[in-house]
């Protein structure tokens, strides 16, 4: 009945609030599933032909362990270099 | 763990969009597949779109969705596994 319990969508329903929350992360993995799947087809089919053959697909599935460990990289060297500098924006200031 | 999200597209597809809200994967899907199979399958364009191209296209399509398949299982391996080592 109020808005004032609830955090963000859902309000005070936690049983809609944790329905949001799943249909998002579902969103969200379908979005990277195509993105990865888009990416990884430029690097893994050559001409597409009646089966996914064995190759094709061991590539396709080091492409999203690699896709995802590149994401992990990134981000924490990102992190390190943020830590490091005492001011990232200092540097940029000029 | 249930089965997660990562439930293999064909299902989904067959349904006609898989309650996806705003975000429908049955476009999105056939917007890669126009793009992806235009670019593998499309030479020189002539006039129309001769025969073997037609059967490439459709290879195109059904390699594409294995492809899809294939990265949808592999990532939520991953993050089961990531999970997992939590």
Redesign the interface.
């Known amino acids: 009945m109020d808005a004032a319990s609830g955090a963000g969508l859902g309000g005070a329903d936690p049983q809609l609030q944790r329905f949001i929350e799943v249909e998002t992360q579902k969103q969200r993995f379908q979005q990277l599933v195509h993105q990865m799947t888009e990416l990884c087809w430029e690097k893994c089919m050559d001409k597409p032909g009646p089966k996914l053959d064995s190759r094709a697909e061991t590539c396709f599935m080091n492409c999203v362990e690699r896709f995802i460990d590149t994401s992990q990289f990134i981000l924490n060297r990102l992190e390190q270099t943020q830590k490091s500098k005492s001011s990232f924006s200092e540097s940029l200031s000029d | 763990m249930e089965s997660?999200?990562?439930s293999d597209f064909g299902s989904d597809f067959g349904s006609g969009g898989g309650g996806?809200?705003k975000?429908d994967?049955g476009l999105?899907?056939e917007q890669?597949m126009t793009d992806?199979?235009f670019r593998?399958?499309i030479g020189k364009p002539g006039g129309a779109l001769d025969n073997s191209e037609q059967k490439?296209i459709a290879?195109?399509m059904?390699?594409?969705m294995?492809?899809?398949n294939?990265?949808?299982r592999?990532?939520?391996s991953?993050?089961q596994r990531e999970r997992a080592n939590m």
């Open positions: 997660g999200f990562g996806g809200g975000l994967p999105i899907m890669r992806k199979c593998k399958c490439c290879m195109c059904d390699r594409y294995d492809a899809w294939t990265v949808s592999a990532y939520n991953r993050l």
